[in-house]
């Protein structure tokens, strides 16, 4: 792949709600783009946890076999070193989906002590989109300032809020409704949910 207008850096942090984030690397993959995937520690914790993922064989075995794409890329959230902490290598944005706090707090302070935190700084500093879909309720004073420093930079806040307008059916529904307004907020076209009509 030569340019980056189909090449997205994607973070899964260990907030609860990782099924967003294995969602949409799906549909990124799908629609024939090349994934940049960061996963962290506390995120693998939570895929066990959650999708009941057995780890033992490694992270990126699992992941590679789940999508069984040859376009996703799989980095160590230790690996400083890796592409997505270069601000020359060209891509389109970042998206951190489901994003901790702590995350949040780390990119809205400019403290990058992981290759999650610093390709957000990469795309904060390269003017590049970035997207961040925070998980946790209820909310403190500080996730909120937080999320303001981030929003006032340009950065795309969209909190994993499932909206019921469009009649979901079940969990799916309720998880495609999150994801596709994060594509939408990609500028990447989807058929995850039903658009308002009158």
Same mark, same amino acid.
């Given at each position: 792949?030569?340019?980056?207008?189909?090449?997205? +850096?994607?973070? !899964?942090?260990?907030?609860?709600?990782? !099924?967003?984030?294995?969602?949409?690397?799906?549909?990124?993959?799908?629609?024939?783009?090349?994934?940049?995937? !960061?996963?962290?520690?506390?995120?693998?914790? +939570?895929?066990?946890?959650?999708?009941?993922?057995?780890?033992?064989?490694?992270?990126?075995?699992?992941?590679?076999?789940?999508?069984?794409?040859?376009?996703?890329?799989?980095?160590?959230?230790?690996?400083?070193?890796?592409?997505?902490?270069?601000?020359?290598?060209?891509?389109?944005?970042?998206?951190?989906?489901?994003?901790?706090?702590?995350?949040?707090?780390?990119?809205?302070?400019?403290?990058?002590?992981?290759? !999650?935190?610093?390709?957000?700084?990469?795309?904060?500093?390269?003017?590049?989109?970035?997207?961040?879909?925070?998980?946790?309720?209820?909310?403190?004073?500080?996730?909120?300032?937080?999320?303001?420093?981030?929003?006032?930079?340009?950065?795309?806040?969209?909190?994993?809020?499932?909206?019921?307008?469009?009649?979901?059916?079940?969990?799916? =529904?309720? +998880? =495609?409704? +999150?994801?596709?307004?994060?594509?939408?907020?990609?500028?990447?076209?989807?058929?995850?949910?039903?658009?308002?009509?009158?």
């Amino acid at each position: 792949m030569d340019g980056s207008s189909d090449r997205w +850096v994607v973070a !899964i942090t260990g907030a609860s709600g990782v !099924i967003y984030g294995v969602r949409l690397v799906e549909e990124l993959l799908k629609s024939g783009g090349q994934v940049h995937l !960061i996963v962290s520690q506390a995120g693998a914790l +939570v895929m066990e946890q959650e999708l009941g993922w057995e780890l033992q064989a490694g992270l990126k075995e699992v992941l590679r076999q789940h999508f069984r794409q040859p376009d996703l890329v799989v980095y160590d959230n230790d690996d400083i070193a890796a592409l997505p902490a270069s601000g020359s290598f060209l891509n389109s944005g970042m998206v951190v989906i489901p994003c901790t706090m702590a995350t949040l707090s780390a990119v809205a302070h400019g403290s990058a002590g992981t290759l !999650i935190e610093r390709a957000a700084d990469v795309a904060l500093k390269e003017r590049r989109p970035l997207l961040v879909v925070p998980r946790e309720t209820p909310l403190n004073s500080i996730h909120l300032r937080n999320m303001l420093t981030l929003s006032e930079m340009g950065v795309h806040v969209i909190p994993a809020m499932p909206g019921f307008y469009h009649g979901p059916k079940n969990l799916d =529904d309720m +998880v =495609d409704f +999150v994801v596709g307004k994060v594509l939408d907020g990609m500028g990447i076209f989807h058929q995850l949910l039903a658009r308002y009509r009158q």
